[in-house]
């Protein structure tokens, strides 16, 4: 499999998401920037602002090539002798909707592959509601589930708390939002436990995930995007975009890790919020719907069982 | 001089600055809170929100103790083997107003000491105009630079230069504000560029650059407090505080070391701004004063000369 065919799944993956989200939305459009990365390669990222359901939401394709970077040798622990080239491509997508009783949505598969021959897939999708609604979060834990199951009986449980640990924020010590599935470093001869998946079985997995996204996004802005709320219930809002801001620049490693080799900063930054407040030291009030969601945003909840 | 005159003029200098700064907002009082460390110590922080001038501010007076933590043993190279033990006392302030003509302003005056006997000074203080005002700049830069040259001729070159380099946004590739001053592991016997002070000249040092904040912030505060400002003006003014944001929790070392060693939150990240804006690659029109601001923010500018 040549990596020209996981770009172009990325790239169809990205129309077709933007369509739908488009689609969904009735009044908000993408706009289009191409753009050339320093080390070769490029992307495009795409815009949607002031929607009707969403307030700002980005989602990137890029397929970035060049000569592996000190920072990046070190986190993959690379040797300092050879001459590493490396092609990473993937999706980025977040969504930050109006109606606070919409939930933010996070999504990434990406691809790396590098000169002497080792590949390997990664991705994530993760769910940060403004307000924790049980039963929304079990039809998104048990669609990607789902999604999982078709490819490997151990994916859920070891991706799901994957993103447990990774969608965390420590100086909080609060999840980012309820979770959902996050896996990295998947390469064919090593992924599964000892059950290897080939290749091409891993990039069937990862095109079930990025094709996953558009339905349940959809389901979610359509169920409520007419949901009234209060003032106060929008303060809370950008009071949790400020969480996401926090683990967005404090602990995210593909943002530290963009920012540090000198990508593109507005395709990177595009994940923040159009709006977040912060106000010291605020906690809700016990018993409110605002305490109930801090009570539900912690690890190990198991919300497909 | 043992520790205790340090922490009692630090204390002090917390007292002066929040006395003045409510004097001359006139509304806003600070409110305190008392906290104690995990590993020893303690501190003071006062807030201060929905003055006249004031949005949010942040008068913070810590002094904590306890072992060194392996992150700091990393940042200070010292050896794995020793039974050190820290104190680390300092006064920290943001302040940020609600007029966009009014700039945001950051001050730190701090002392570290170890049970080896080894001790040190830092600090730093810069500030972050909205829209850069020549003449404040230029007040701003002299006022520092005589305090420094009280004390040493080398030292508001030395670290004038320091905080241009420190308050620096990489990937915007724009200084935070006009810079001011930093520096930092100011040790009695190494100080000066091989012109020595002693540690009771380098306290006199941190005071007077401590004690400059007050008449510094307050005649900014009186000089542009009733400037009239525009909605598309307090729009640039999130925007702006986004880029606070972006430094503070992306590049900042001392928010970041709090963080990861457990600090307290909501003491460390009262820096961030009461509201921030991010819009996808904005950008001002050209010949605008938003524009002409942004040409200002870059390092070399030297405003005292």
Same mark, same amino acid.
């Given at each position: 499999?040549?990596?020209?065919?996981?770009?172009?799944?990325?790239?169809?993956?990205?129309?077709?998401?933007?369509? %739908?989200?488009?689609?969904?939305? /009735?009044?908000?459009?993408?706009?289009?920037?191409?753009?050339? @990365?320093?080390? $070769?390669?490029? /992307?495009?990222?795409?815009?949607?602002?002031?929607?009707?359901?969403?307030?700002?939401? /980005? +989602?990137?394709?890029?397929? +970035?090539?060049?000569?592996? @970077?000190?920072?990046?040798?070190?986190?993959?622990?690379?040797?300092?002798?050879?001459?590493?080239?490396?092609?990473?491509?993937? +999706?980025?997508?977040?969504?930050?909707?109006?109606? !606070? @009783?919409? !939930?933010?949505?996070?999504? #990434?598969?990406?691809?790396?592959?590098?000169?002497?021959?080792?590949?390997?897939? $990664?991705? $994530?999708?993760?769910?940060?509601?403004?307000? +924790?609604?049980?039963?929304? %979060?079990?039809?998104?834990?048990?669609?990607?589930?789902?999604?999982?199951?078709?490819?490997? !009986?151990?994916? =859920?449980?070891?991706?799901?708390?994957?993103?447990?640990? =990774?969608?965390?924020?420590?100086?909080?010590?609060?999840?980012? $939002?309820?979770?959902?599935?996050?896996?990295? =470093?998947?390469?064919?001869? *090593?992924?599964?436990?000892?059950?290897?998946?080939?290749?091409?079985?891993?990039?069937?997995?990862?095109?079930?995930?990025?094709?996953?996204?558009?339905?349940?996004?959809?389901?979610?802005?359509?169920?409520?995007?007419?949901?009234?709320?209060?003032?106060?219930?929008?303060?809370?809002?950008?009071?949790?975009? /400020?969480? =996401?801001?926090?683990?967005?620049?404090?602990?995210?490693?593909?943002?530290?890790?963009? &920012?540090?080799?000198?990508?593109?900063?507005?395709?990177?930054?595009?994940?923040?919020?159009?709006?977040?407040?912060? *106000?010291?030291?605020?906690?809700?009030?016990?018993?409110?719907? *605002?305490?109930?969601?801090?009570?539900? &945003?912690?690890?190990?909840? #198991?919300? %497909?069982?």
């Amino acid at each position: 499999m040549k990596v020209e065919e996981i770009e172009d799944f990325f790239r169809a993956l990205q129309d077709n998401i933007c369509q %739908a989200i488009e689609a969904t939305d /009735g009044i908000g459009k993408f706009r289009e920037d191409i753009w050339a @990365h320093h080390s $070769g390669g490029g /992307g495009r990222t795409r815009l949607i602002q002031n929607g009707d359901v969403l307030e700002k939401g /980005g +989602v990137n394709f890029s397929s +970035v090539k060049g000569e592996v @970077h000190p920072r990046l040798r070190q986190q993959m622990n690379l040797g300092d002798n050879d001459d590493f080239h490396f092609t990473a491509t993937g +999706v980025s997508i977040v969504m930050h909707p109006k109606n !606070p @009783h919409v !939930p933010i949505i996070h999504m #990434n598969v990406r691809y790396f592959e590098l000169s002497n021959g080792t590949c390997w897939f $990664g991705g $994530g999708i993760d769910l940060t509601p403004h307000y +924790v609604v049980e039963t929304d %979060a079990q039809f998104f834990h048990t669609t990607l589930k789902s999604a999982c199951d078709r490819h490997h !009986p151990d994916f =859920y449980e070891k991706f799901s708390k994957w993103a447990d640990d =990774y969608f965390y924020i420590p100086h909080r010590n609060e999840t980012r $939002g309820i979770g959902g599935i996050f896996f990295d =470093y998947m390469k064919p001869d *090593e992924a599964g436990n000892g059950n290897a998946l080939s290749k091409r079985q891993l990039f069937d997995f990862v095109k079930d995930i990025g094709e996953s996204f558009a339905p349940i996004y959809t389901a979610l802005m359509q169920k409520h995007r007419n949901d009234p709320f209060t003032e106060q219930q929008k303060q809370w809002q950008f009071l949790r975009r /400020g969480r =996401y801001v926090e683990f967005n620049l404090v602990w995210d490693r593909g943002t530290k890790f963009g &920012l540090e080799t000198n990508g593109r900063t507005e395709s990177i930054l595009m994940s923040l919020p159009p709006q977040a407040n912060w *106000e010291y030291n605020f906690e809700p009030q016990p018993g409110s719907e *605002e305490a109930k969601t801090l009570e539900l &945003l912690k690890k190990g909840l #198991n919300w %497909a069982s």
